[in-house]
C-alpha cells in the first residue's frame, strides 16, 4: 500500500475520534456477543468438555466440530491487548505487510473499546532498553492515545508473566481480547501473550482479523499460516471473535 492511501484511511479512522478513558470506574455494564470455538471433543452450552464414565473411568465425548457461544462479557473486567504494533520491525517487507491490517481493522478496534470504556494495552519494547535498536516503535496514532490517556503502553521489559497477571488483577481485569502482531509468534509466545496468560487463569478471546502471522514465501497471499494458527488458538486457547461483531456492539 502506498504512503497516500495508507495516511489517507488513517485520516477516515481518525474522523470517529479518540475518547479519553483508562482502567474504568464506571458502573458495571456488559456487552453481548457471540464467540466460536473449534474442538475435537464434545462442548457444552458453556463451552466446557462433557465427562463420560467408560468401564469405571472418566473420559470426555467426542464430538469434533465447531461451536458457537453468546457471552456476556464486562468491559470494566476485559482488556484489549494489542501486541507489538511496529513500525520499525526490522523488515521493510513486515512492516508494509502489517500496516493496511492495523490500520482497517486494528485502529477501528482500538477506537471502539474506548468508547466501550474497555482499558486498552499496547504492548511493546522499550526504545531506552531495546538492544536490538529496532522494533520498538509503535504506530504514532497509539502514541498519541497514550498520551491522551485513552490506553496504556507497557514495556516487555518490565513484565514477565506473573508481574503481568499480577499487574491485570489489580486493575480488576480477569478477561483478555487479543490482537496484533504476529499471531504465530508474539501474540501466542510472549510472557504477556496468550499461553501464559491462559495458565494464569485468564479468558481468553481472539480477534482473527486484528493480527496477521509471520507467513512463508508460498503462503503471503493466503495467510495460509494465520489461518491454521487460528484453528489452533480456537481450540482451547482463546475463542474467536468477529471484528464486524465487535464494531457494532453497544453496552446493555
Known sequence: MKIGKLNLLIGIVLIIGFPTIGFSSDKARFFSITTKSKSFFLLDKKG???????????????????YKFRRK???KRTALIVMDPWIDS???????????????????LVIKATTLKMPVIVLTNDPNRNDKGYASKIFPELEKMATEGSLQILY???????LFAKYLRIKGVNT????????NMCVIGRDTGMIPMKTNGFKLYFIPKASAAIEFKDSWETGSVHKNTTSIISQGIAELIELDDFLKLTLI
Open 90 to 108: 526490522g523488515s521493510d517487507f513486515l512492516n508494509q505487510y502489517f500496516a493496511p491490517i492495523y490500520v482497517t481493522n486494528v485502529l477501528p
Open 48 to 66: 466446557e468438555l462433557v465427562p463420560e464414565i467408560i468401564n469405571g473411568k472418566k473420559f470426555f465425548k467426542e464430538g469434533e466440530g465447531e
Open 156 to 162: 516487555h521489559q518490565d513484565y514477565d508473566e506473573k
Open 176 to 183: 483478555l481480547i487479543y490482537s496484533g502482531f504476529s499471531s
Open 73 to 75: 462479557i464486562s468491559p
